[in-house]
């Protein structure tokens, strides 16, 4: 369970631990999985997202994509405090991505007004799993990034001591076409970038371009131990 006296460092610990039940629940969920083969002349990935709730009372949202890299899992941890609803993506790789509750409540508030709240975090998270990673100037802080997303930018800093990203705000496609507007091509690379290989460095130093690229889902060895 996820309380309120946590640090970012501490939930990201926690999810880490649980992302495990997850995957095997996706495995035992979907066993057609195992039977994908991707096709030659696909350039789209298929794409289906759920909810699931682990053994530890950890609340999860997640999609899973099939294509020519085989099949991801991307993970999104949510819990809910006084100050509103938290979310946490955690990459096998890369640094963890935390959004303040600032952000999914104005993502829910314009694009999910009906429904119930863990279908709303589903939605947010199956339209913004993918992100394109560029750093940003503001205010001379050097750790500041940018992510482009389907439905406009979120907009955070590094804590590289904690290997977490934390974005602060979200800006719908109008509003932030005056500062990131130069970024929006990144949509479209999404799928270059995904592809680019990089060194395994650990968590603090994964570069920018290599973030929330989640889980490589090995469906026999999953299915053995579900």
Same mark, same amino acid.
């Given at each position: 369970?996820? =309380?309120?006296?946590?640090? &970012?460092? +501490?939930?990201?610990?926690?999810?880490?631990?649980?992302?495990?039940?997850?995957?095997?629940?996706?495995?035992?969920?979907?066993?057609?999985?195992?039977?994908?083969?991707?096709?030659? $002349?696909?350039?789209?990935?298929?794409?289906?997202?759920?909810?699931?709730?682990?053994?530890?009372?950890?609340?999860?949202?997640?999609?899973?994509?099939? #294509?020519?890299?085989?099949?991801?899992?991307?993970?999104?941890?949510?819990?809910?405090?006084?100050?509103?609803?938290?979310?946490?993506?955690? $990459?096998? @790789?890369?640094?963890?991505?935390?959004?303040? /509750?600032?952000? /999914? +409540?104005?993502?829910?508030?314009?694009? *999910?007004? %009906?429904? $119930?709240?863990? =279908?709303?975090?589903?939605?947010?998270?199956?339209?913004?799993? #993918?992100?394109? *990673?560029?750093?940003?100037?503001?205010?001379? #802080?050097? #750790?500041?990034?940018?992510?482009?997303?389907?439905?406009?930018?979120?907009?955070? @800093?590094?804590? %590289?001591?904690?290997?977490?990203?934390?974005?602060?705000?979200?800006? $719908?496609?109008?509003?932030?076409?005056?500062?990131?507007?130069?970024?929006? +091509?990144?949509?479209?690379?999404? /799928?270059?970038?995904?592809?680019?290989?990089?060194?395994?460095?650990?968590?603090?130093?994964?570069?920018?371009?290599?973030?929330?690229?989640?889980?490589? &889902?090995?469906?026999?060895?999953?299915?053995?131990?579900?």
């Amino acid at each position: 369970m996820i =309380t309120s006296g946590m640090s &970012l460092k +501490q939930v990201a610990a926690a999810a880490r631990k649980d992302v495990g039940w997850l995957q095997r629940y996706v495995a035992g969920k979907h066993p057609e999985l195992a039977r994908f083969k991707p096709k030659r $002349d696909s350039t789209e990935p298929q794409v289906f997202s759920g909810n699931f709730t682990s053994t530890k009372e950890l609340q999860w949202a997640y999609v899973v994509t099939m #294509d020519q890299r085989g099949i991801t899992l991307y993970p999104l941890l949510w819990y809910a405090t006084s100050e509103g609803v938290h979310a946490m993506q955690i $990459d096998a @790789e890369g640094p963890a991505s935390y959004f303040r /509750p600032h952000i /999914p +409540q104005r993502y829910i508030d314009r694009y *999910c007004k %009906k429904g $119930d709240l863990a =279908t709303a975090l589903r939605i947010f998270h199956r339209r913004n799993y #993918d992100k394109a *990673c560029h750093p940003y100037t503001y205010k001379g #802080d050097r #750790d500041n990034y940018a992510a482009v997303i389907d439905d406009g930018y979120i907009a955070g @800093e590094y804590l %590289k001591d904690e290997a977490i990203v934390l974005y602060r705000t979200f800006f $719908d496609i109008a509003t932030g076409e005056k500062r990131f507007g130069h970024l929006r +091509q990144l949509v479209h690379w999404r /799928p270059v970038l995904n592809a680019v290989e990089f060194e395994h460095v650990g968590r603090r130093e994964t570069p920018h371009f290599a973030w929330c690229r989640g889980y490589a &889902l090995d469906m026999g060895r999953l299915r053995k131990a579900a």
